[in-house]
């Protein structure tokens, strides 16, 4: 079993910044990659940003350039860095790991984390 926790959402005005923290945990052989996948209301799901074990990276268009992941692999875990946050970023956040575990292959998503951009 994997835990996946999120952390560091909050509310943030316009233009402001925070930082997101996810942490794997639990019987993990390797990680092959971790991103953020975020949901509003009325809106589809979407990739934010994902960075594979190589340090390979991959960001939405709307975020490019503003928001930036990075990832400590042995702490298995994941940061992203969100700035010139707009009221378009408002969203739940989730963390999520793709690896290797006992069982074979895994995808885990975290609880989520609620970022709120508002003035």
């Known amino acids: 079993q994997v835990q996946v926790v999120e952390s560091g959402g909050g509310l943030v005005q316009p233009g402001g910044s925070l930082r997101l923290s996810c942490a794997a945990s639990g019987t993990i052989y390797s990680i092959n990659s971790m991103g953020w996948i975020r949901r509003a209301p009325g809106k589809e799901r979407e990739l934010v940003a994902a960075i594979t074990s190589g340090g390979s990276t991959n960001y939405a268009d709307s975020v490019q350039g503003r928001f930036a992941i990075s990832r400590d692999n042995a702490k298995n875990t994941v940061y992203l860095q969100m700035n010139s946050l707009k009221p378009d970023d408002t969203a739940v956040y989730f963390c999520?790991?793709?690896?290797?575990?006992?069982?074979?292959?895994?995808?885990?998503w975290g609880q989520g984390t609620q970022v709120t951009v508002s003035s």
């Open positions: 999520t790991v793709i690896g290797l575990g006992p069982g074979g292959r895994f995808e885990y």
